[in-house]
């Protein structure tokens, strides 16, 4: 499979509280890179971090790269019921020319 | 950010006939475009990957016949579905990068919801 793997899946929390999303993969890389998907439409890029960075903050976001694990994680802090979506991982492997994707979790933020 | 327009974003066409969905970077000259295909509740899956000027490299189990893409200019990618049939209903998404070695962000459409009856 092209693709690494995401979880949770699902995700379902209250408006406040955050928000923890982990992805793997299964190539080496140059960059990880995460994306929110809106229900039916295009992606948006939150954030970047390349394999010689380890954590990287943007705003309410915090992603951390363990390329030892080839794992990475999303946490959105403070949650707000518009960070409901559908959050995807998505790699650029050590010699470019791909951008290949997570499977995604789906995240509900309750008023 | 850049903005890269897809269009249309839906249509419905009968089975047997072929479709044409244009992705544009507007902003920005694109070297490299992407077209993904995503099924209701799942990820994008890279279907190919076109440099501008060359053929475009599909990805194992993508049909290049029927699936036709063409990147004539820096700002201009063109993906047709060829005698499509009901299982090519999906959604399709394409998205843009300054340079083949992604190491910026990439610019997506708004994705063109294909339907076939």
């Known amino acids: 499979s092209q693709q690494g793997e995401e979880d949770p899946q699902a995700l379902s929390i209250q408006e406040g509280e955050n928000a923890t999303m982990n992805c793997s993969y299964k190539?080496?890389?140059?960059?990880l890179q995460w994306y929110r998907q809106n229900s039916g439409r295009g992606l948006v890029h939150l954030i970047l971090i390349r394999s010689n960075e380890r954590e990287k903050h943007s705003g309410r976001l915090r992603v951390t790269l363990d390329t030892s694990k080839k794992s990475s994680s999303l946490l959105i802090t403070a949650s707000r019921a518009a960070d409901t979506a559908s959050y995807f991982c998505?790699?650029?492997?050590?010699?470019?020319?791909?951008?290949?994707f997570g499977q995604g979790t789906e995240l509900s933020v309750k008023p | 950010g850049a903005v890269v327009s897809q269009h249309p974003s839906r249509v419905i066409c009968k089975s047997g006939t072929s479709v044409k969905i244009e992705c544009r970077s507007l902003?920005?000259?694109?070297?490299?475009m992407f077209w993904y295909r995503q099924f209701p509740k799942q990820s994008l899956m890279l279907m190919a990957t076109?440099?501008?000027?060359?053929?475009?490299?599909?990805e194992q189990g993508v049909e290049k016949d029927k699936f036709l893409i063409n990147h004539a200019s820096l700002t201009l990618s063109t993906l047709t579905v060829t005698s499509a049939h009901p299982e090519d209903s999906s959604f399709y998404i394409c998205?843009?990068?300054?340079?083949?070695?992604?190491?910026?962000?990439?610019?997506f459409g708004q994705g063109t919801r294909l339907t076939v009856v």
């Open positions: 998205s843009a990068s300054r340079g083949w070695q992604l190491n910026t962000e990439a610019f």
């Open positions: 190539t080496s890389i140059n960059n």
């Open positions: 076109s440099n501008e000027g060359s053929k475009a490299t599909y």
């Open positions: 998505a790699t650029v492997p050590s010699q470019g020319g791909k951008l290949i």
């Open positions: 902003d920005f000259q694109a070297t490299t």
